[in-house]
C-alpha cells in the first residue's frame, strides 16, 4: 500500500479584516461579564470576565472570542 504524504500545516490564527492578530497593538480584548460582574466593576471591584473577545480597533471587527480559564485568568 503506498503512503500518502501529509501535510500539517500549523493553525492558522484568525485575524480581523485589516490582518491584525490578537497579538497586534491595534487589537482590544474586551471582557463580557455576567450581571453581578457589572455591578462588582460598577462599584470598583475586581470581576472575572465570562468570555474575552477580540475586537480590531481599526475596522472595528470582533473576530474571535475565547472562554479559556487561562485567558480568562489574564483579564481578571
Same mark, same amino acid.
Given at each position: 500500500?503506498?503512503? $500518502? @504524504? ?8 484568525? !485575524?480581523? =479584516?485589516?490582518?491584525? #492578530? +490578537?497579538?497586534?497593538?491595534?487589537? *482590544? @480584548? $474586551?471582557?463580557? %461579564?455576567?450581571?453581578?460582574?457589572? /455591578? +462588582? /466593576?460598577?462599584?470598583?471591584? !475586581? @470581576? +472575572?470576565?465570562? =468570555?474575552?473577545? %477580540? =475586537?480590531? =480597533?481599526?475596522? #472595528?471587527?470582533?473576530?474571535? !472570542?475565547?472562554? *479559556?480559564?487561562?485567558? /480568562?485568568? $489574564?483579564? %481578571?
Amino acid at each position: 500500500m503506498p503512503e $500518502e @504524504a501529509t501535510t500539517s500545516s500549523p493553525p492558522q490564527e484568525k !485575524s480581523c =479584516r485589516c490582518g491584525h #492578530n +490578537r497579538k497586534h497593538h491595534m487589537v *482590544s @480584548a $474586551e471582557g463580557k %461579564y455576567t450581571f453581578s460582574g457589572y /455591578l +462588582r /466593576l460598577f462599584f470598583g471591584i !475586581s @470581576a +472575572r470576565p465570562t =468570555r474575552v473577545s %477580540y =475586537r480590531c =480597533r481599526k475596522c #472595528n471587527q470582533t473576530f474571535d !472570542s475565547t472562554t *479559556s480559564a487561562k485567558v /480568562l485568568d $489574564e483579564h %481578571y
